[in-house]
Structures are given as structure tokens and as C-alpha cells.
């Protein structure tokens, strides 16, 4: 990795001050992540190098990486070391979400999703939602996005059965087709419009069981309608984060004066 002090990644770390060594540690690599000197995927150094380089002990470098897994800045992979997650992309994408350009942001989310779930239900609650009879039958789909190792959003999907006969059928054939690519392509319906709303809520048992969270933890959930060129409501989405895995930077530019 080089020399961590001369590349200016890290800093000495202060044996006269009160906060704890790990601590130092945890907020030098903290910093050179924040500062962008370490990208996402980026392997970080040893615990070997690092105590080597600040003539620490082994418990104190794994304190230090283990506050930063629980700040969800990095991860380990079982053999191969401690890496930056991808926690910048996963902002940019959840920005890019809640916004109505959705051809391509809901293409990268599901690019990056495991189906793990696909039945179908009957929810009066749904249904009432979609502004469909309560008693309509509706294909669930549940998918599940990860950074390294760990699981950071879900995606619920509801589509009413009448509209997309077989449509399961055809998605695990077409797994390089998103649901809208799917129905457009398929079934000629073409959607016009995504209706977007974001909620914080705490989370349910279920969603809590899927993204490996305590059941008070607390969720962005961006609910999604896609109403198609009839106004109908073909697809309702659910989108959930962890408000504890997420960190979302806002960016406003002064409006120049004429």
C-alpha cells in the first residue's frame, strides 16, 4: 500500500491525547474515504501493514475497521481484506431514484437486485391503492440489493395479474430486461409517468428479516406509481432503505444574479 504518512492518507496518530487510539485510526481512514483518496472497491490496508506503520497492536487496527463497518463505510470479504463500500454510488443512485427520469435509474437498481421472492397475493390494501377491484390477483416480487456482503435496499413489486398473464414466466428468461422493458416490449402497454412519494417509517418484521435490521430501525421508503398512457396504475413499487446504511449529500448552487 506505500507509506500511508508520507501519501498524506493518514496522519501520526497522537499518544498524549485522550482519544482512544482506534479512534484516531477510525477518523484518519474516515477522512481519506471522505476526501475521496480511497474509491469504492477500494482495498484498504492490513491490519499487519497498519500496525507496522503506527506500532499498534492488532486489536486496536480491527477496533478501528470495526467502527467503520458499523458506520457502513466499509466491508470485509472472508479472505481477501477490508474494502471501501460503494456508499457514494448508492447515494447517487437513491438520488437519482426519487426523481421522475426513471428509464435509466430504475434499470441500474435492478441491475444490481436478486429476485428472492415471487408469488402471487390478494391485498385489499394494494388494490385499493392501485385503484383496482380488492379482490385482484397481484404478482409480488421482492428483490433485495447488496453492497459487498450486505444487503442495503429492498424492492417490492406489485403488477395486477390480468394485465401481465405469465409475465414471471417471461422475466426468468429476460433477466437482462427490467419489469418495464418487460411489459412494454410483451404486452404493448407503455408507461407515461412515475408518480414518487418518500416516507420515513420504522421498518416491518418483514423488510427488517430481509435487509438483516432491527425491527425499530427507522427506513426511507420511496413508494412508486407508473401509470401508463390510459392513466391506469400498472405497477406499484416500494423501495426501502436503511436510514442507518444511508448519508445523503445535497448540493446547492447559489443562482447567479443577472
Same mark, same amino acid.
Given at each position: 500500500?506505500?507509506?500511508?504518512?508520507?501519501?498524506?492518507?493518514?496522519?501520526?496518530?497522537?499518544?498524549?491525547?485522550?482519544?482512544?487510539?482506534?479512534?484516531?485510526?477510525?477518523?484518519?481512514?474516515?477522512?481519506?474515504?471522505?476526501?475521496?483518496?480511497?474509491?469504492?472497491?477500494?482495498?484498504?490496508?492490513?491490519?499487519?501493514?497498519?500496525?507496522?506503520?503506527?506500532?499498534?497492536?492488532?486489536?486496536?487496527?480491527?477496533?478501528?475497521?470495526?467502527?467503520?463497518?458499523?458506520?457502513?463505510?466499509?466491508?470485509?470479504?472472508?479472505?481477501?481484506?477490508?474494502?471501501?463500500?460503494?456508499?457514494?454510488?448508492?447515494?447517487?443512485?437513491?438520488?437519482?431514484?426519487?426523481?421522475?427520469?426513471?428509464?435509466?435509474?430504475?434499470?441500474?437498481?435492478?441491475?444490481?437486485?436478486?429476485?428472492?421472492?415471487?408469488?402471487?397475493?390478494?391485498?385489499?390494501?394494494?388494490?385499493?391503492?392501485?385503484?383496482?377491484?380488492?379482490?385482484?390477483?397481484?404478482?409480488?416480487?421482492?428483490?433485495?440489493?447488496?453492497?459487498?456482503?450486505?444487503?442495503?435496499?429492498?424492492?417490492?413489486?406489485?403488477?395486477?395479474?390480468?394485465?401481465?398473464?405469465? +409475465? !414471471?414466466?417471461?422475466?426468468? $428468461?429476460? #433477466? /437482462? %430486461?427490467? *419489469?418495464?422493458? &418487460? +411489459? !412494454?416490449?410483451?404486452?404493448? $402497454?407503455? #408507461? /407515461? %409517468?412515475? *408518480?414518487?412519494? &418518500?416516507?420515513?417509517?420504522?421498518?416491518?418484521?418483514?423488510?427488517?428479516?430481509?435487509?438483516?435490521?432491527?425491527?425499530?430501525?427507522?427506513?426511507?421508503?420511496?413508494?412508486?406509481?407508473?401509470?401508463?398512457?390510459?392513466?391506469?396504475?400498472?405497477?406499484?413499487?416500494?423501495?426501502?432503505?436503511?436510514?442507518?446504511?444511508?448519508?445523503?449529500?445535497?448540493?446547492?448552487?447559489?443562482?447567479?444574479?443577472?
Amino acid at each position: 500500500m506505500g507509506d500511508y504518512v508520507t501519501d498524506k492518507r493518514y496522519k501520526h496518530l497522537n499518544r498524549n491525547s485522550a482519544l482512544p487510539l482506534y479512534y484516531q485510526l477510525k477518523e484518519h481512514i474516515k477522512e481519506a474515504i471522505v476526501k475521496g483518496q480511497y474509491k469504492a472497491n477500494d482495498k484498504l490496508p492490513t491490519e499487519e501493514e497498519l500496525c507496522k506503520e503506527f506500532s499498534i497492536s492488532r486489536p486496536v487496527v480491527r477496533q478501528a475497521y470495526d467502527e467503520l463497518i458499523k458506520e457502513g463505510l466499509v466491508g470485509r470479504h472472508k479472505g481477501r481484506g477490508t474494502f471501501v463500500k460503494k456508499t457514494a454510488d448508492k447515494h447517487s443512485l437513491f438520488k437519482d431514484f426519487i426523481g421522475f427520469s426513471f428509464e435509466e435509474n430504475v434499470r441500474d437498481l435492478e441491475k444490481e437486485s436478486k429476485i428472492v421472492k415471487v408469488e402471487k397475493i390478494t391485498d385489499p390494501l394494494i388494490a385499493m391503492r392501485m385503484e383496482i377491484p380488492k379482490d385482484s390477483e397481484l404478482l409480488h416480487i421482492i428483490r433485495i440489493v447488496h453492497d459487498l456482503e450486505y444487503p442495503v435496499s429492498m424492492i417490492e413489486s406489485y403488477l395486477p395479474v390480468d394485465y401481465f398473464i405469465n +409475465i !414471471e414466466k417471461y422475466m426468468l $428468461i429476460s #433477466i /437482462d %430486461k427490467t *419489469i418495464i422493458e &418487460l +411489459i !412494454e416490449s410483451l404486452y404493448g $402497454i407503455h #408507461i /407515461d %409517468k412515475a *408518480i414518487r412519494s &418518500l416516507t420515513a417509517m420504522k421498518i416491518s418484521k418483514e423488510r427488517a428479516d430481509f435487509l438483516h435490521g432491527n425491527i425499530d430501525d427507522l427506513v426511507y421508503e420511496i413508494e412508486t406509481q407508473y401509470v401508463d398512457v390510459f392513466e391506469r396504475n400498472v405497477i406499484l413499487e416500494y423501495v426501502t432503505y436503511l436510514v442507518s446504511k444511508m448519508n445523503i449529500n445535497i448540493e446547492v448552487n447559489r443562482k447567479q444574479s443577472l
